[in-house]
């Protein structure tokens, strides 16, 4: 099984991205678009740091959380083969998509 995922960082990005998906120049299952650089580590739904430092620690312990992770790829984690396995069926299979796409609609702004 070959997943394609892809990440962008800054929306500059995610639009050259959408782009290529849109035009058929790429085709990927899974996207992460961050609005931030570096990924909001201070942002997205994340608390946001009172100070340069604060950020700066956070971002380096998440990295050693990574690095020290016995489980470091999703689809290698037992608790999501098992989602797979009992309730969702495979990935990309209708059960998947259906529940785990997100699908965005433009919205007027008042």
């Given at each position: 099984?070959?997943?394609?995922?892809?990440?962008?960082?800054?929306?500059?990005?995610?639009?050259?991205m959408?782009?290529?998906?849109?035009?058929?120049?790429?085709?990927?299952?899974?996207?992460?678009?961050?609005?931030?650089?570096?990924?909001?580590?201070?942002?997205?739904?994340?608390?946001?740091?009172?100070?340069?430092?604060t950020?700066?620690?956070?971002?380096?312990?998440?990295?050693?959380?990574?690095?020290?992770?016995?489980?470091?790829?999703?689809?290698?984690?037992?608790?999501?083969?098992?989602?797979?396995?009992?309730?969702?069926?495979?990935?990309?299979?209708?059960?998947?998509?259906?529940?785990?796409?997100?699908?965005?609609?433009?919205?007027?702004?008042?």
């Amino acid at each position: 099984l070959t997943v394609k995922i892809a990440v962008a960082n800054t929306l500059a990005n995610a639009r050259i991205m959408m782009e290529k998906i849109r035009t058929g120049e790429a085709e990927y299952h899974f996207i992460e678009i961050m609005a931030c650089p570096v990924g909001c580590i201070g942002g997205g739904g994340q608390p946001v740091p009172v100070c340069e430092e604060t950020r700066l620690n956070r971002i380096a312990a998440i990295y050693e959380c990574d690095r020290s992770s016995q489980i470091r790829k999703s689809h290698e984690n037992p608790a999501i083969k098992e989602l797979y396995d009992t309730w969702l069926g495979k990935p990309c299979g209708e059960k998947s998509h259906h529940l785990l796409h997100t699908h965005y609609k433009a919205q007027i702004r008042c």
